[in-house]
Structures are given as C-alpha cells and as structure tokens.
C-alpha cells in the first residue's frame, strides 16, 4: 500500500473522504494528558489536524508520514510554531530521521491514529525497537487503529463471517460504501491482534493502562511507559 501515500491523487482522496472532526483530535490531547514540557510524536502525521492542535500545547511537536504532500500540507499549517514541524519518512526508517533533528528533546507523549495497519508485524516490532531509545521514561502512547480486540490476526479467516456482520451494524448505511476499503485493510493491510501490541509495547518498557475498543476490529490502546 505504500504507492497509495505516494499518489497525490490517492492521497487527496483519502483527506477528503476520511476527515476527522478537530474535536476528536482535542478529545485525544485531553486523553494523553498533554502538557507544556511534553515533546509529541505523531506516527503518520497526515496532513498535520493532531500536530495543528498540539503545537500550542506542547514544548516540541514533530510528526512523521510517507507522503511528501501530507508533509507539506502539515507543515504549511505548522509555519508560525518554531518548535514543530512534519519530516517526511517511512515508519521504519523513522528514529534514523528523528536523530538528525537537532536538539530534539526525549519523546514524552506518542500518538497514531489510522496509520500502523500498514505495517507487517515484524515492521511494526523494528520501528518500535528502534524509538525505543528514543522514548523518555513515564511517556504517555495512544495508538488508535484497526486492532483485533477478540483474536489475534492469524485467526482471522475463521472469525470473517463475524467480522462481517458487525461491520455492517458499526457503519448502517454507510457500510456498503465502506465496505471495500474495509475488505482491503483487513485482507491486504496488516491491523493486528491486541496481543501482539501488549507484548510489543511491554517490550519496549510500556505496560497498558486501558484498552478503548470502538469495536471488535478497531479502537485504542493507552500505555504508560516505566519510570
């Protein structure tokens, strides 16, 4: 799926066919407890909503995408804050470019929402090893994407049916439209089982304090790194 984030015409579809209302990106600030002295990572920042609002509110906001339209479009709205700012990089490759951002304070606060599902586990374990050093004790991580809050991704064939038929009562009559891009994130993207995150994140230092299920197929997870 990565050609898709490198098609401007796909990427300008995307914005304005999944725009998030900003109050939803305020009730996510207001989750991680976001202070003045917090340095902010966004995990595929998109065209800089999170960054926008959290810019003002924090000591340093720096947010990472793929695209260089989504880059440039966060930026554009970033240009009176100094202390923030959107590099453009794949998720893996991320800590390498965020070491060559001079004087960049420890990550006390990470945020993704809708952006980890493109990678395959064994991507989605180097990025997070590789941040890890990166990564102030007691930082605060919200990831909110396609996980598996019933089973683990191997089993997903045999919970298909099921799968299905919640999806059709979650979007009513908007799922025959969704329908496709949702078939398309399940089969060929690669969202993951909540047990797999706990044990990635616990790797790292993080133990998860709650778990934000929306539906069986996507919602959030809150951890707290140890001091």
């Avoid at 990572?41 to 959290?54: H, I, K, T, V, W």
């Avoid at 794949?90 to 390498?96: I, K, Q, T, W």
């Avoid at 951002?101 to 395959?120: C, D, E, M, V, W």
């Avoid at 930082?139 to 038929?165: P, S, V």
Wanted: charge should be negative.
């Amino acid at each position: 799926m990565e050609e898709n984030w490198l098609n401007d015409d796909y990427v300008r579809y995307y914005n304005n066919s999944y725009q998030t209302p900003q109050e939803e990106f305020a009730a996510y600030l207001k989750l991680l407890s976001i202070s003045s002295e917090d340095t902010v990572l966004d995990l595929g920042c998109g065209n800089g909503d999170f960054l926008e609002l959290a810019a003002p509110e924090t000591k340093c906001a720096i947010g990472v995408d793929i695209s260089p339209l989504q880059v440039s479009l966060a930026n554009e709205r970033l240009r009176q804050f100094p202390h923030a700012t959107a590099i453009c990089t794949d998720f893996v490759s991320c800590a390498a470019a965020l070491r060559q951002q001079n004087g960049l304070p420890p990550i006390t606060a990470i945020f993704s929402r809708k952006a980890l599902h493109h990678l395959t586990d064994p991507e989605k374990h180097a990025m997070l090893q590789a941040l890890a050093p990166l990564i102030a004790p007691e930082a605060k991580l919200y990831i909110e994407d396609g996980i598996f809050f019933k089973f683990e991704r191997g089993h997903i064939q045999e919970n298909m049916n099921e799968l299905l038929e919640e999806c059709a009562q979650y979007y009513g009559k908007a799922w025959e439209q969704k329908r496709g891009d949702l078939l398309n994130s399940f089969l060929n993207e690669h969202p993951t089982g909540i047990g797999f995150w706990t044990q990635e994140l616990e790797a790292i230092g993080f133990k998860v304090t709650e778990l934000r299920p929306r539906s069986s197929f996507y919602g959030g997870i809150l951890a707290k790194k140890s001091k």
